[in-house]
């Protein structure tokens, strides 16, 4: 079953542009909400995450907008580079010592940003 | 500190035949997992382990099975090789931690199977 789903799954923007990629989930256990960034032939890497007690968070010029009633959140890129050019996931957990740091990810956009 | 380490990097098989996927993780990691991932289909956890001594089941563990040998490696394992098994496959450790009070997972580079 996909408790998360992902959407779009392929993005393809100026540089400069701001993509948007978004998430739903399913299970309203899930109470951490973590972004993973993988370039080709690399593992994924955490870029940021956000719980549900804020509705927006930023690090640098990426941004995790959250809508608990909604149950979706979302990832922008702002002045997006060709260096961001890489696939994105969303994933979504429990937080905390019973859920051992399972994740469920949603299916992955692939993001080209063209110069 | 090399992070996360796979290996192989690349593997062939034949249906049928049998391989142990290696990983080991210097962080001092209590927690590691194994994934596998396909296109559309994003990462699937097939095991994991929670502490040293301990595994369990994650979304797709069938023709699978792993072994926690120390709190450093996690193997994964395939007894009978399928064509429904080709993949990449991810080795992940992580620890509760950060101010989120959450499990920041590191994936290693990844093995890339092919089962003809």
């Known amino acids: 079953q996909q408790q998360v789903k992902q959407s779009p799954q392929s993005l393809i923007v100026q540089k400069g542009g701001i993509p948007i990629i978004n998430c739903a989930y399913e299970n309203t256990a899930f109470d951490y909400f973590p972004w993973y960034q993988q370039f080709p032939g690399k593992g994924p890497a955490l870029l940021i995450a956000i719980r549900p007690d804020v509705s927006e968070k930023k690090e640098g010029r990426f941004t995790i907008s959250f809508n608990k009633s909604a149950k979706q959140f979302s990832l922008h890129i702002m002045d997006s580079q060709p260096g961001d050019s890489a696939t994105y996931f969303c994933a979504a957990s429990w937080a905390g010592g019973t859920s051992y740091g399972k994740l469920t990810f949603g299916q992955g956009t692939i993001l080209t940003v063209h110069p | 500190n090399a992070g996360v380490t796979q290996t192989p990097k690349f593997q062939v098989l034949k249906t049928g035949q049998s391989m142990t996927l290696q990983c080991a993780q210097d962080m001092n990691h209590n927690s590691m997992y194994w994934y596998r991932q396909d296109p559309g289909m994003g990462l699937r956890l097939i095991y994991y382990s929670a502490s040293e001594g301990t595994t369990d089941k994650g979304e797709v563990p069938n023709g699978y099975n792993v072994s926690r040998l120390n709190k450093r490696e996690f193997s994964l394992r395939l007894e009978s090789a399928a064509p429904s098994q080709t993949s990449v496959y991810f080795c992940?450790?992580?620890?509760?931690?950060?101010?989120?009070?959450?499990?920041?997972?590191?994936f290693g580079p990844g093995t890339r199977l092919t089962v003809t």
């Open positions: 992940a450790s992580s620890e509760l931690s950060g101010p989120l009070g959450s499990y920041e997972q590191y």
